[in-house]
Structure formats: structure tokens, C-alpha cells
């Protein structure tokens, strides 16, 4: 079966402050896609990133970086120097290799204070 | 704004009833996908499709059905509703489709809000 857990229901952060958002999937597949959406509190989704699992290569995006490991199903975000417009719900998320076996995780809500 | 618009932005209506729901995608876009957000069930991916077809199937009921038509906007009903089906209900469009390997960048709509009474 195929599932994604985020374990942090909430965190809050001052801000400047670094924070890391956990996401731990579960799936059989050998080819996968892995997804992290932030949802701020006007309700829009916002694509952040896809991740194949052919390339374990961390990425970095501005204060944004991403650290996949294979070895332990982890697709972690980390935000460097958190500001007040990073608070949103972040959701972490799973696909099959045909997109039709797709599982957001439960979602992490950030807040971050002045 | 993504570009992507969504009509309406609040829908009320009775159980047993039926729904229509409408996305336009962003101009040049072929693809457009469904997803549903509910307290209960939280976030899931509804379907795909691609220039007028049918990609990709996620957990969508039999009473829901999708449809893309040839000028690209797509249309998502829901029929004999259910109190559980109150959630907020997202499009996304991307330049391609998604599957077989390959992934576009989604743009969301600002999402039409259901609730069922």
C-alpha cells in the first residue's frame, strides 16, 4: 500500500528561525514521484516541487531545500530563515509512476511569528 | 493569481441533489486535474485529463464524473450528493499531462467550495 505521513500536525517557529518539515511514504513501486504543495491561508495549492526516485540529489531553491533518502522513505523540506509569509499548511505528496496512485500526506501547518 | 479560474466560489445545496462544477485552465494549458479537500478525507486526487482525454483516475466515486471539452475548459459533476461530500473541490492545469514519467508544474484554481445540507 501506498502511503505519505507527516507526523508534525503543527509547528510554530519565530521567525529567521530554520525549520524542517518531515514527510515518510510508504510504497512497492520502483518508480515514483514525490511532491510538496503549500497551501497559505487564502486556500490556493501551490506547486513547490516533484522528485523522481531515480535522483536522490538534495535540491535547493532559494531559503527552500529539499533532502530525499531512499534509504529511509524520508522527503524532508526545510525552510531557512522562516518569514511570516512562509505560515501556510504544507502537504507532502506521492505518485505512481501513471499518476493515478496519488496520496497527499496529512499536511503540516507552519506558523511562523514576528 | 495562477490563472486558472473557477466557477462558482461557494455552492450550497441539498443531499440528493446534483452539481456542476466549471475550470477554465490557464491559456495554453492542455491538461486539467480534480482534487477533492475534505476535513474527513483531507486532500486526494480525483482525475486527470488531457486534451479532451481521460489520463489518469484517482479516487473518484461512480456518482462523480469529469469531462473536458474541445475548447479545454472541464467541467466536474457530482450527482445524489451526500453530506460527505462537502469539501472544497480544486483544478489544476499544466501544459502537459502527467504520467508515464513525465510531470508538468500544476497551477491551481482558487477552488469552488461545496457544502451539502
Known amino acids: 500500500a501506498q502511503k505519505v505521513t507527516q507526523a508534525q500536525t503543527e509547528i510554530s517557529v519565530v521567525e529567521k528561525e530554520d525549520v524542517t518539515l518531515d514527510c515518510v511514504y510508504e510504497?512497492?513501486?520502483?518508480?515514483?514521484?514525490l511532491f510538496w504543495y503549500k497551501q497559505p491561508p487564502s486556500g490556493e495549492l501551490v506547486f513547490l516541487i516533484r522528485?523522481?526516485?531515480?535522483?536522490?540529489q538534495n535540491e535547493i531553491s532559494g531559503r527552500y531545500s529539499w533532502n530525499f533518502q531512499k534509504s529511509t522513505s524520508s522527503f524532508n523540506f526545510t525552510i531557512t530563515a522562516s518569514q511570516v509569509v512562509d505560515s501556510a499548511v504544507y502537504f507532502c505528496?506521492?505518485?505512481?509512476?501513471?499518476?493515478?496512485?496519488?496520496?497527499f500526506g496529512s499536511g503540516t501547518k507552519l506558523n511562523v511569528k514576528p | 493569481d495562477s490563472g486558472v479560474t473557477q466557477t462558482p466560489k461557494h455552492l450550497i445545496t441539498a443531499t440528493g441533489q446534483r452539481v456542476t462544477l466549471r475550470c477554465s485552465p490557464r491559456?495554453?494549458?492542455?491538461?486539467v486535474y480534480w482534487y477533492q479537500q475534505s476535513l474527513d478525507q483531507g486532500l486526494q486526487f480525483l482525475i486527470q485529463?488531457?486534451?479532451?482525454?481521460?489520463?489518469a483516475k484517482g479516487n473518484i466515486l461512480e456518482r462523480f464524473s469529469a469531462q473536458q471539452f474541445p475548447d479545454l475548459h472541464s467541467e466536474l459533476n457530482l450527482s445524489s450528493l451526500e453530506l460527505g461530500d462537502s469539501a472544497l473541490y480544486f483544478c489544476?492545469?499544466?501544459?502537459?499531462?502527467?504520467?508515464?514519467?513525465?510531470?508538468?508544474?500544476?497551477?491551481f484554481g482558487p477552488g469552488t467550495r461545496l457544502t451539502v445540507l
Open positions: 489544476a492545469s499544466s501544459v502537459g499531462f502527467s504520467g508515464g514519467g513525465t510531470y508538468n508544474e500544476q497551477f
Open positions: 510504497t512497492r513501486d520502483t518508480t515514483y514521484y
Open positions: 522528485r523522481n526516485s531515480f535522483d536522490e
Open positions: 505528496a506521492l505518485s505512481g509512476y501513471n499518476f493515478n496512485k496519488f496520496y
Open positions: 491559456s495554453g494549458d492542455l491538461s
Open positions: 485529463y488531457y486534451n479532451g482525454e481521460e489520463r
